[in-house]
């Protein structure tokens, strides 16, 4: 449902408002319902303002939900007084889009909103307090000669520093002259001084400069620009796809944008995967933009998360830059909404209500008569579709910034490389082009798509797998800073230590697979001993600032070797990195999920286009236990259309997104009895319904999840595909009704997921 939009309940039945009078976060549950009077029926939607009687007085709310169900005696019930005119404040906008997640997406209101209002909890506010005179300088010193004469030392100071300074800082009055507080408030109290406070905001990036931006585009950027650009000037702002080569300028390309947009008068929100939100990026955008540019991400404090969102609604900025959180920026005049590296996952939620910001950014932007532009060099297949289908402006950068060669890509079949005595994880290939990059002082990057130590951990006589006593995973090996390895789930926290006989059979003979960065860093280590090597995963980036120390000691040539995970890949740019290595290309392409192949040919195709960014011609090495994947193939060769015919096909045979819609119903309690109960009876009443549909519907399961237990929570999904999204959304609403009239649903949490990017 969106900005502005009815909800027809019919000429004669009278409709309620629930209503909110405080949106910070702790009262987002507390709303109160008001009749919509007749004549304001036409004008009452969600998320407008309105004025309501609330206790003795008129106070101002916002509309969350029209029904045509009281919730109390229809006789206590007061009407709307009035819809607030004039501009639309910022809050009606989010709140009307929170209400069209709820109805996208399947989750409360309250979801909803705590989602496009994630800051409204105040933390600490940071305040600025000054001293001043308020009395003339002849006066001023006419004090002065007053409070020396009774040597009233501390007023004297303070008095002889104003007359000097005009405004003096606080902290400095109480600290370095070593006036008291209660001086300074009697001299307030006399009239002699003014005590001023003013809010203060954190900034995140006040430590950056703003340097000369100098910057040409090449032809092929301002062909990008121009479309974009002109449509602006005359007033149509649509979806645009930037499909750009790995090294194309995409970047340029949105500050252009940007600097268009703010020259109108007008703000930007900048959306970036939060492991490619680093200092290098950051920079880029602040070295154009200054201090109207912010930042949003998850190691920023509280207090820093809530000032930028207060800086953006006062007009502070214009910019912000941030992981999918950033969507709900504040700004009054949104002009352009950016999504670089569209097609990564972070971008669609885990919890409800479980969106895809792609998806919300078009229908804010929408809203707001705003531009979208996704940009990616490996455009999700989901977005190519829609472009191929003209719901997406397709705008092509086919060529490197300056022309440069995309990097020379070779596969390695590491069967081979076991059948020739290598037992290494580093192919001979691999190893002697290592050592051409270190004689000639050139850097190194080996990815490996793992974190940790190791993965699971087996028995080499049973068989059997350690597994968590919470949850349906192997235990994954980890080495531990003091020494030691002990066993961690990655899903609900559990940590054992390891153990030295196998529980199962009490066999000696375990062991782990599939080594880690960690055990990758180690062998490197021994293999290049005069090389230096940095490792950045998970485990070595937990602290606020790790990443931009990895990253800037890296870019510094600190070292000669990054070995690291998908953070390593995510649009760095390193111009003296010339080899990249792929270790265990394949790893991702056994999971179970139908992205599997995308998901490989994106990160292969990533990884590789790190290398030969700069003036000297990169290589990439892929090593792989399938070398005859066509995910592979196409990565190698850096060829996206090849790899989307072949993936587009396979999705239509199968009725998969995107040609298909796909829903899940999650149904998770922590009965398993009462949660296969309830998906049983859903499963049950939903093909009766399906049944009366005119569009084929196909429904599976009740089964289990993928993890079919949770932290000591049982999971069950059921599974729906349908042609058109509209016929899935009208399902999931009728199912919402139906769990609500059921008693047995009552013990057991029901969710929706529309189009899931991951594995169920």
């Known amino acids: 449902m969106g900005f502005g939009e009815e909800v027809k309940m019919g000429e004669d039945r009278a409709v309620y408002a629930n209503v909110i009078v405080d949106i910070s976060v702790e009262k987002l549950d507390k709303t109160f319902q008001y009749l919509v009077p007749e004549e304001l029926k036409d004008d009452v939607a969600i998320g407008v303002q309105v004025k309501i009687p609330f206790g003795n007085r008129a106070v101002t709310g916002y509309v969350i939900e029209l029904t045509g169900e009281p919730e109390i005696d229809v006789r206590r019930i007061k009407p709307i007084l009035k819809v607030c005119s004039g501009a639309v404040a910022i809050e009606s906008q989010l709140i009307a889009l929170a209400g069209w ?226 969507l709900f920026t504040p700004f009054a005049d949104l002009g352009l909404i950016i999504i670089d590296e569209e097609h990564e996952t972070s971008y669609k939620s885990e919890t409800a209500p479980r969106y895809h910001a792609r998806d919300v950014a078009r229908e804010r932007a929408r809203m707001c008569g705003a531009s979208l532009v996704l940009g990616s060099a490996t455009p999700s297949v989901d977005s190519y579709y829609r472009a191929k289908c003209g719901s997406y402006r397709l705008l092509e950068l086919s060529e490197r910034v300056d022309s440069r060669p995309l990097p020379a890509c070779e596969i390695v079949d590491m069967r081979k490389e076991l059948m020739e005595g290598n037992r290494s994880i580093l192919s001979v290939r691999l190893q002697e082009l290592m050592e051409e990059r270190l004689v000639r002082g050139e850097q190194i990057m080996l990815f490996l798509n793992r974190r940790g130590a190791a993965g699971f951990i087996s028995c080499r006589a049973c068989g059997s797998v350690i597994k968590c006593p919470h949850c349906d995973v192997s235990l994954s090996l980890h080495m531990e800073e003091a020494g030691g390895h002990s066993m961690v789930c990655h899903y609900c926290g559990y940590r054992t230590a390891q153990p030295a006989l196998c529980p199962a059979c009490g066999s000696r003979y375990l062991g782990g697979f599939k080594a880690g960065t960690q055990r990758i860093e180690q062998l490197v280590q021994k293999r290049f001993p005069a090389a230096r090597t940095m490792r950045m995963d998970f485990d070595s980036t937990r602290t606020k600032d790790s990443y931009e120390k990895i990253l800037s000691a890296f870019a510094s040539r600190e070292a000669d070797i990054l070995v690291g995970t998908q953070m390593i890949v995510k649009g760095h740019d390193f111009p003296n990195v010339t080899l990249v290595g792929v270790l265990a290309a394949d790893m991702s392409l056994h999971v179970s999920d139908f992205h599997a192949s995308e998901r490989t040919f994106q990160l292969l195709t990533q990884a590789v286009g790190r290398a030969g960014r700069g003036k000297l011609p990169g290589n990439a090495v892929i090593q792989t236990y399938a ?121 057991v949490t029901v969710q929706f997921d529309f189009n899931p990017v991951s594995g169920f």
């Open 101 to 326: 997640m709820r109805k996208n997406y399947g989750s409360t209101m309250n979801q909803a909103l705590k989602t496009v209002l994630p800051v409204r909890k105040k933390t600490g506010q940071k305040k600025e307090r000054s001293v001043s005179l308020c009395i003339s300088a002849e006066q001023a010193r006419a004090k002065l000669a007053l409070y020396e004469s009774r040597r009233n030392t501390a007023k004297a100071r303070l008095v002889r520093e104003l007359i000097a300074e005009g405004t003096l800082d606080y902290g400095l009055v109480v600290g370095r002259l070593n006036v008291s507080s209660q001086t300074v408030r009697a001299l307030s109290e006399q009239g002699v001084v003014r005590v001023e406070e003013k809010r203060s905001y954190r900034n995140p990036v006040g430590n950056l400069k703003s340097g000369e931006y100098l910057l040409t585009l090449n032809e092929n950027q301002r062909r990008v620009v121009s479309a974009v650009v002109s449509d602006m000037e005359r007033g149509i702002f649509s979806a645009y796809l930037v499909k750009g080569v790995t090294g194309s300028g995409k970047t340029e390309v949105y500050m252009e944008l940007i600097a268009h947009v703010i020259e109108k008068g007008r703000q930007a929100i900048v959306l970036i995967p939060e492991i490619a939100l680093t200092y290098q990026t950051v920079m880029r955008f602040y070295g154009r933009f200054g201090d109207r540019v912010s930042i949003m991400n998850s190691r920023l404090s509280g207090g820093e998360r809530y000032d930028q969102f207060e800086r953006a609604k006062a007009g502070d900025i214009d910019i912000m830059i941030g992981p999918r959180s950033a």
């Open 627 to 747: 070398p005859d994947n066509f995910a592979v193939e196409a990565a190698r060769d850096q060829d996206y259309d090849r790899f989307y015919a072949r993936e587009i096909a396979y999705r239509s045979m199968l009725s998969y997104p995107p040609v298909w819609n796909l829903l899940l119903i999650h149904c998770t309690g922590a009965k398993q009895p009462a949660v296969e109960e309830a998906a049983g009876c859903a499963a049950v009443w939903l093909k009766g319904r399906i049944a009366e549909e005119s569009e084929e519907v196909l429904l599976v399961g009740p089964a289990d999840a993928s993890v079919s237990k949770v932290n000591d929570v049982y999971r069950k999904v059921i599974y729906m595909k349908a042609k058109h999204y509209g016929t899935l959304v009208r399902l999931k609403d009728e199912t919402e009704r139906y769990v609500r009239e059921q008693s047995l649903f009552s013990p």
